[in-house]
């Protein structure tokens, strides 16, 4: 079976710090990637996802995310925060090999960005 | 905005009783996914319909139940509510471009209480 792992609850950071929140994945197969974000007060939204190619993958907002096949991780990353950053995420993965859309949901991370 | 609405916003009930939520997809999607959130977890995938039959179910007893009508909204019932089933219950909408893995467009969720 399927399932995420985020490493860390919660982040408080710096403005204008660097970012990065872990993911780790448990699955043999081939893998759909995703990181979703939640702003306060917003419903979830799609960060970027990875599919296939690159597997340095580019977002919204100056995010980016590496896939690391032989870690089974999608780490996110951010040269630098601003406080508007200030949200969940929460990394997700789906079964490439899957004719279902069961897409699996980490715990989620919280991030603070003091300004 | 993602033009995925769900109803009611807020929900309260005692145990024991049935509920039914709603969801009116994303024009032009024709896949809808259900999901719980408890505080502090991610979402967790309950069902998917795919017109207007499920595809994709996770680990939820049978008494979560879905609909999903010609227009591609959809319905889910929950039957013998328990206390445990008090979460945000959220919707979400896609294009069905192929196999497993596209992007999500979630609705705003429906705060369940169980009394």
């Known amino acids: 079976a399927q399932s995420v792992s985020q490493h860390n609850h919660h982040v408080i950071l710096s403005e204008a710090a660097s970012l990065e929140l872990g993911c780790n994945y448990s699955?043999?197969?081939?893998?759909?990637l995703f990181w979703y974000v939640q702003y306060p007060g917003q419903h979830l939204q799609l960060l970027l996802k990875?599919?296939?190619?690159?597997?340095l993958v580019k977002g919204i907002k100056g995010f980016e995310a590496e896939f690391i096949k032989s870690k089974f991780s999608f780490n996110l990353r951010k040269p630098s925060v601003q406080w508007s950053d200030t949200a969940e995420y929460f990394c997700?993965?789906?079964?490439?090999?899957?004719?279902?859309?069961?897409?699996?949901f980490g715990s989620g991370t919280r991030l603070s960005i003091r300004p | 905005e993602t033009g995925v609405t769900q109803s009611p916003t807020h929900l309260i009930k005692t145990r024991g009783q049935q509920v039914t939520l709603r969801c009116s997809s994303q024009?032009?999607?024709?896949?809808v996914s259900w999901y719980q959130q408890a505080l502090g977890q991610g979402p967790q995938f309950i069902f998917q319909?795919?017109?207007?039959?499920?595809?994709g179910r996770g680990n939820f007893p049978p008494r979560f139940s879905g609909l999903q009508f010609p227009n591609y909204s959809s319905e889910l019932n929950v039957n013998a509510l328990e206390l445990d089933d008090s979460a945000l219950y959220l919707c979400?909408?896609?294009?069905?471009?192929?196999?497993?893995?596209?992007?999500?467009?979630f609705g705003s969720g429906t705060q369940l209480s169980v009394l």
């Open positions: 979400a909408s896609s294009p069905r471009e192929g196999q497993g893995g596209e992007k999500l467009f």
């Open positions: 699955y043999g197969g081939t893998v759909n």
């Open positions: 990875y599919f296939s190619g690159d597997p």
């Open positions: 997700a993965v789906n079964a490439g090999d899957s004719s279902a859309s069961k897409i699996i």
């Open positions: 024009s032009g999607h024709n896949t």
């Open positions: 319909y795919y017109r207007e039959e499920e595809n």
